[in-house]
């Protein structure tokens, strides 16, 4: 099993829709969590950081579910701009190193 | 502030040709990664230095693979001799761990085509 599982998608949804990815890991031992966006041929920038039961910003909302060893990004009211890859990361205890999953792919349409 | 910063953002060689790349982290920060980014893949870690020492370089392939960090700042990761499937974007990244939060934060990436 792969440390850090996502489905590829796309997911293509109508703007204004609500959207939900999973992302599952294998290291029970996690600790901190973290959804990454990233945009075609750009770096991956930090979207959300978890590090106990889920977080919130604004139309964003992550929630990790440790007995089933996996976090979801909910997204509400998607924007053309949400139009992106999502990564997820973890990293064990006492380490800082990120595994990364492959990235799910969104697309808003108009 | 500042972000991380990577030179160059473009590279084409010939394989077996040697290419080095730049990183200047983001002030502060004492933790650097370098990132081997494949299309289609998430970033793989190839090297984590705390400060000038290497925390962990299990996943770098030594053969032709280096990277160092002198003086704690900047860093250089290097390729000789790339091969074909080096080609990838390398992102340098970098945190300042308080407890046990660390948050990455990634330069823009040197995208490599080895020919």
């Known amino acids: 099993r792969k440390e850090v599982e996502q489905d590829p998608g796309p997911f293509n949804v109508p703007e204004g829709a609500t959207v939900a990815f999973n992302c599952t890991y294998s290291n029970s031992a996690s600790q901190s969590f973290f959804w990454y966006r990233q945009d075609c041929r750009k770096e991956p920038k930090l979207l959300m950081s978890?590090?106990?039961s889920g977080n919130e910003d604004g139309r964003f909302t992550a929630q990790l579910n440790r007995a089933s060893q996996y976090i979801s990004l909910l997204i509400r009211d998607s924007k053309l701009s949400d139009s992106a890859t999502y990564l997820c990361?973890?990293?064990?205890?006492?380490?800082?190193?990120?595994?990364f999953g492959k990235g799910t792919k969104l697309s808003v349409i108009p | 502030e500042a972000g991380v910063a990577q030179s160059p953002r473009y590279k084409i060689i010939e394989k077996r040709q040697s290419v080095a790349f730049w990183c200047n982290p983001i002030?502060?920060?004492?933790?650097l990664y370098w990132y081997q980014q494949i299309l289609g893949q998430g970033p793989k870690l190839l090297i984590q230095f705390q400060n000038n020492g290497v925390v962990d370089d299990s996943q770098l392939p030594k053969d032709r693979f280096s990277a160092e960090r002198l003086k704690g700042v900047d860093s250089t990761l290097k390729i000789q001799p790339a091969k074909l499937e080096d080609s990838a974007v390398y992102l340098c990244?970098?945190?300042?761990?308080?407890?046990?939060?660390?948050?990455?934060?990634f330069g823009p990436g040197t995208r490599l085509t080895v020919t």
């Open positions: 990361a973890n990293s064990g205890a006492g380490s800082y190193q990120l595994t």
């Open positions: 978890v590090y106990s």
């Open positions: 002030s502060g920060h004492a933790t």
């Open positions: 990244a970098s945190s300042a761990e308080q407890g046990y939060v660390s948050e990455q934060y």
